[in-house]
Every structure is written in structure tokens, then in C-alpha cells.
């Protein structure tokens, strides 16, 4: 039988996040030994977001560099994973099961939210992958419930992977190194007590609750992968933060795992 996997909230920065020398970047790298190595992996990620929940059935999803301004190398780099087409049918049924409609998308390819973490935990890209979209203006309650509908894939050798950003606020970033804002970490520390307690009632309502939301949070989608997670985790179970680190002064790169 295959061993239970965890699912992961990854925030994961630039693309650049490749190549550079950062703690982020090494943590990613030594992750990918430490986890039991997935049968597959299917992954949220915040830059597709679409009318409704989509499942990415391209056989081999090219890699999108969909971004501009950064170094040269990054835009030679791909991730050759190939798509578990058999993973789209029982994704599909577990889905409708739960009363949650999807579509298939054979065009979709893989944006830096899905390619840039598994260039660091899988580098061999091959790992047979199912990437699925973020559906615009779900509520937190309902990407959770799109985490409990696939909790089942956890047992069967599947790791569920959150690709986002735990604090994402642009036009804040500072040079490397500069101090947090101080609204930044309260949002930041307040959604670590919400997980570590399964507030689910704070969860639900992180708009209205959470200090300082839309500071750290323009727009929803970077943190929306995070309650497709926490959906996903077994109940009753506490989530460990893996990993912290702070970039450009306002940009979190907490990691959580969920059993």
C-alpha cells in the first residue's frame, strides 16, 4: 500500500528563485530528498486562474515563462514533466462526488507557480504531474472543500502540492534585506496562529478577521492555494511550518506541511 502523503503550501517567490543562491532556494532542494517520493503530484498554483475548476490534460505541458524583465538564463529553462492523464478521470470523479463541477484543458501549459518549486524538489522532471487551476472568486470555504474532495489521493502515493505566496504585496518590495513592515508581520503572525489552531471560523473569514489583509493581500490568488491545503489535511491534524524566510522586505516564504 502506498505510504500517506503530505500536502504542501509552498510560497515560491520569483522565478528567479531557480537559480539564486537563497535559503528558499536550498530548502526547496533538500526538501525533495526528505519527502517520500510520490507516485504523482498534482499541484494548485496561483497564476492559473480560470472561469470554474480546470484540469490540465495536456499529455506534455510546455513550460510558460510568463514573466519579463528578469536574467537571460531563466528563459532557456524547462521542466519536462508529463501530464497523468489517468489522473484527470478519478481527479474528475472525486471532484463531481463532491458536488464540485470541472473541465479538462488539453492546451494549458506550466507557469512559474508550478515549475519553479519542482525544478528545485524534482529536478529530474519525472514525476508524472496533474496541474489544476484556481477557479476566480471561490471563498476560502470552498477552495477547502476542493482540498477535501482530493484528501483520498494522499493515500494513494499522490502528493498535493499549494504553490503561492504567504504574503504578497508587489508594490511594497524593498531592497534585499530591508526590515518586514510591521502590518506585514502581524497578517504573517496571525495566519500562523489561524493554521496552528485550525481556526477554521478565522479561515474562513481572513478578509474581515486577519490584520491587515489587503495590505498583505491585494488579491486573493497567492493565498488561495493554502486553503486548497489545508482542505486536504486530515482532520484534526496540526500543520508544521517547514520553512521561513523573508525577501524584499515584505515577501514571505513560509512553507507548511500538512499530514
Known amino acids: 500500500m502506498p505510504q500517506l502523503l503530505p500536502a504542501l503550501f509552498i510560497s515560491h517567490g ?3 528563485l531557480v537559480l539564486e543562491d537563497s535559503p528558499t532556494h536550498h530548502f526547496l532542494r533538500k526538501l525533495g530528498t526528505q519527502l517520500p517520493r510520490p507516485r504523482a503530484i498534482v499541484i494548485f498554483s496561483a497564476h492559473w486562474q480560470s472561469q470554474g475548476l480546470r484540469i490540465n490534460s495536456n499529455p506534455t505541458p510546455a513550460t510558460i515563462h510568463d514573466f519579463y524583465g528578469f536574467p537571460a538564463p531563466l528563459y532557456q529553462l524547462h521542466y ?8 484527470v478521470d478519478r481527479v474528475q470523479s472525486l471532484l463531481s462526488h463532491a458536488g464540485i463541477r470541472s473541465v479538462a484543458d488539453s492546451q494549458q501549459g506550466l507557469d512559474h507557480g508550478v515549475w519553479s518549486p519542482l525544478m528545485l524538489l524534482y529536478p529530474q522532471a519525472d514525476i508524472p504531474l496533474l496541474n489544476l487551476s484556481l477557479p476566480y472568486q471561490a471563498s476560502s470555504s470552498q477552495l477547502m472543500a476542493i482540498g477535501r474532495a482530493l484528501r483520498t489521493l494522499r493515500e494513494e502515493g499522490i502528493l498535493l502540492i499549494g504553490s503561492g505566496s504567504y504574503t504578497h504585496n508587489l508594490r511594497q518590495m524593498q ?4 526590515p518586514v513592515p510591521d502590518k506585514t508581520q502581524q497578517f504573517a503572525h496571525w495566519l500562523d496562529q489561524a493554521l496552528l489552531t485550525q481556526d477554521f471560523t478565522a479561515m474562513e473569514n481572513w478578509l474581515e478577521q486577519a490584520p491587515y489583509a489587503r495590505n498583505s493581500h491585494p488579491s486573493d490568488e497567492h493565498l488561495n492555494p493554502l486553503w486548497i491545503i489545508q482542505g486536504a489535511a486530515s482532520p484534526g491534524q496540526v500543520p508544521i511550518k517547514l520553512h521561513e524566510d523573508w525577501r524584499m522586505g515584505c515577501l514571505s516564504m513560509a512553507c507548511w506541511q500538512f499530514a
Open 175 to 178: 531592497p534585499e534585506g530591508s
Open 14 to 16: 520569483a522565478p528567479s
Open 80 to 87: 519536462p514533466a508529463q501530464t497523468e492523464l489517468a489522473l
